[in-house]
């Protein structure tokens, strides 16, 4: 069974860990599910997050200019070593990827809500070199 295939809840141990610190419920089961289709194991950040290697961090940023730097480097204690994709509603539309922001918050890449699966999936897959 190929990972585009894969069930929702057929999880492989050899998948990369992704955790997810989004707080909206919704939004991060369908961004588990995007994670899941692409073969990527989605970790909530609050648990699961601590029992399973994490390569990727994503990152909601509801308040980049106030306190995004600071949460980023509380993330990044959290899981060393794990690249760090920040998402926000409050970074301008359409910047995908954004380097400078990225880096102005301590984050390896940047991206505005809302995007689509196939922008999110390639930013991961860049980020964790797959």
Known sequence: MSAESAPSGDFDLH?????????????????GEWLRRAAF????????????PV???VADVPAPRQTGAAHI????????GAKVLAI??????????????ATALG???????PF???????IVRGLVKR
């Open 15 to 31: 998948w990369p860990g992704v955790a997810l610190c989004e707080p909206d419920v919704l939004l991060r089961a369908l961004l």
């Open 41 to 52: 194991e989605p970790l909530r950040c609050a648990e699961d997050a601590s029992l399973t």
């Open 55 to 57: 390569v990727l961090v």
């Open 73 to 80: 480097a509380t993330l990044r204690g959290r899981f060393p």
């Open 88 to 101: 926000s509603g409050q970074f301008m539309p359409g910047m995908h990827g954004a380097p400078s922001a």
């Open 107 to 113: 984050a390896d890449a940047a991206l505005a809500k």
């Open 116 to 122: 689509s699966r196939g922008v999110f999936i390639d």
